[in-house]
Antibody, heavy 120, light 110 residues
């Protein structure tokens, strides 16, 4: 059974870099055919797709975040990460990691999510 | 891209049916047959319950069904059960390898 779990600092100061890791169990992220994705939900707002990375290093990001977001894969640790630079309180959100199969247009499974607050 | 529009809340009694709408535009919901729905219970991971508008993953009860008309997709849950209580989110592919989601609907089983 594939499981994803997010981890990282719960509090980040404005202008700093938000760094999260998604640990994957039950499946090798380097096996190909899957896109490793980050999604977030600010309090009281809609879910927002952030972007994804493929096992070959190819990535794609939401136009609104592409200048600040980087998603990387760590095959040795079987995990992938999100780095979001120059954060502001607007980046306060629950951050989810998820998997998407190549050729599909949905996300399955997801992690439970982790709340990250941007505040001084 | 703008978020998809969902009602904030719906409710129904056990055994009844409820329908949750998800309205987008002709650049997302109206342009692709790639609407998915997710069930979310607080503290748990969101769970895929419908994909490609009306397909159910293995293990999802047939009580859950999806449909689409023009720019609006719908999730219908028939024979409501207590465990259906929770939040439901829709999502649509929006072209250029990007996705858009709804704001979520809280379902209360009375």
């Amino acid at each position: 059974q594939v499981q994803l779990q997010e981890s990282g600092p719960r509090l980040v100061k404005p202008s700093q870099t938000l760094s999260l890791i998604c640990n994957v169990s039950g499946f090798s992220i380097s096996s190909g055919d899957y896109y490793w994705t980050w999604i977030r939900q600010p309090p009281g707002k809609a879910l927002e797709w952030i972007g994804y990375s493929y096992y070959n290093g190819r990535s794609h990001y939401s136009p609104s975040l592409q200048s600040r977001a980087v998603i990387s894969l760590d095959a040795s640790g079987n995990q992938f990460s999100l780095k979001l630079t120059s954060v502001s309180p607007a980046d306060t959100a629950v951050y989810y990691c998820a998997r998407r199969y190549w050729g599909s247009w949905y996300f399955d499974p997801w992690g439970r999510g982790t709340l990250v607050t941007v505040s001084s | 891209q703008s978020a998809l529009t969902q009602p904030r809340s719906v409710s129904g009694s056990p055994g009844q049916s409820v329908t949750i709408s998800c309205t987008g535009t002709n650049s997302d919901v109206g342009d692709y047959e790639y609407v998915s729905w997710y069930q979310h219970h607080p503290g748990e991971a969101p769970k895929l319950i419908i994909y490609d508008v009306n397909k159910r993953p293995s293990g999802v009860p047939a009580r859950f069904s999806g449909s689409k008309s023009a720019n609006t997709a719908s999730l219908t849950i028939s024979g409501l059960q207590a465990q259906d209580d929770g939040d439901y989110y829709c999502s649509s592919y929006a072209g250029n390898y990007a996705w858009v989601f709804g704001g979520g609907t809280q379902l209360t089983v009375l």
